[in-house]
């Protein structure tokens, strides 16, 4: 039985997140959606709220559990029982950054396999940033997240269109 792990902020959850564990759960026998908790970005859910979302996207799945955590991503792999780490790439500069996290990951736990899937083309554009940028300046997000996370996030934020947008990062 090989199961994997798919880490993430997932501050909101989106479409392209959905699609990559829908494709990575057809390959392995079990999915954990990992997650992170203390992510060296700023984020706007809590993480209850966002562990809540991500169950709710996977509700129905018995393949897919959902699992917050901390710390080193290999070594939550190990505590799971897990062999390989799913990621998505969007565009190429995904691919250095998951790249050289890949080859970090190897060389802290070598047993552990790291799987990449690239996105379908009608979600190159989409992260969390992007979700959360359009929504904080009241635009529409529906074809990006489920319903369930629009409404998440217009109530979390109400109408942000007169407040400044906060720094944030650049890598979901």
Known sequence: MVKAIFPGTFDPIHYGHIDIAERAVRLFDELVMAVYDRPLKSLLFLPEERIALVEKAFEGNPKISVIGYSGLTVDFCR???????????????????EFRMALANQRLSPDIESVAFITHEEHTFLSSTTVREIAMLSGDVSSMVPPYVEAALKNKLGDMSDRQIPPNALRD
Do not use: N, P
Not at 79 to 97: H, K, N, P, T
């Open 79 to 97: 505590e799971m029982d897990a062999q390989v780490i799913v990621r998505g790439l969007r565009v190429f500069s995904d691919f250095e950054f």
